[in-house]
């Protein structure tokens, strides 16, 4: 297992990898094939969840006791989610008009109060970000108080429980679309991985143990696609129709976030290799813009194969994606450099 000093920003390719699954997966789901989407989505909150807490640093979740760097945090999420959001609903709606998207939804989904098809992962997303800091500042508040809540594993309880709790007590069982549950298993995940990485006992221990990693690994992956309902229905007739993704909402949600620490306790294995493909790394860092595109542009590809509109649609998605992603990142860098000289200019006066 490899560690990065403590003080160095780490960028993990291998997650970035999983997105690209991931994402692969919720394109199947809609073309009829796979159907575990629900499961990919439990995979994708799993990763944000993780990363909120960035476990390769430590105490890195203090900074949601500044209001500045909770707002440095909301910029940042509204870089990411805003432009490609509605870069995309601005091309269905130049495309189409309102007649992929109804004009009531259309003006909902505007301002993320509408739960519209696949965009309900958007949308709970986007609160998701605005609410999880004052739950992350609300537990450093206690743990000035509660002193067992400044241990990694602690805390990883809490969120667990927390979970359970938003999951099967505070949420009526119909609410599909909450998935703060998710959110809170993947903190959990995040928590448990900088446990691991601090203690050096379980560092040499695990270091030498990358094949028994990767089989777990595969097992899990495995798993993904035994569990589907089209495998399941060969089996028995009646589960066809069952979908564990969406059925099975915390026990998903704990798979997927044991999944993300397996796979960044175990980078260098064979399962880890794959992840950092420079065609999954791709298809990952677009991740977030194909999901935005991918049912609309099904809805658009009129074929009887649901293979060859899975390829066809995935393909669009792709080099849809990749421009806007291009178009994003370049304005956002013509403007951060445009304000750059601005304020050089006018500090030097």
Known sequence: MTVEPENKTVHFNQLDGLRGVAIIIVVLSHCDILNQGGVANALFFAIAGFLLINPF??????????????????????????????????????????????????LNLLFFFGIYRHLWFISTYF??????????????????????????????VVFLVLAALFRFVLLPMDQLYIRIDQ????????????????SNRFKSVLGKKTVIGDLILIFLFSLILLSSNVVLGLINT??????????????????MSLLVILICLFPNGIVGRILSSKILLFIGKLSFTIYLLNNFVIDQINVSSKYFLFICAFSVCVVLAWIIDTVISKTISVCKTSTSVILNKHNNQ
């Open 57 to 106: 640093k430590d105490e890195y979740e203090n900074r949601f006791l500044s209001i500045r760097s909770i707002l440095k945090f909301y910029k940042s999420r509204a870089l990411r989610i805003l432009p490609g959001y509605y870069l995309v609903l601005l091309f269905i709606y130049l495309q189409t008009g309102f007649n992929l998207i109804p004009k009531s939804e259309f």
């Open 183 to 198: 959110l809170m298993l993947g903190i959990c995940a995040g928590y448990i991985f900088r446990f691991i990485r601090k």
């Open 238 to 255: 009646e589960w066809s129709n069952f979908l564990i993704g969406w059925n099975f909402f915390y026990l998903v949600g704990c798979f």
């Open 127 to 156: 609160w998701l970000m605005i609410i999880i800091p004052f739950v992350f500042a609300g537990l450093l508040l206690l743990a000035k108080i509660i002193k067992p809540l400044n241990n990694d594993i602690v805390c990883a």
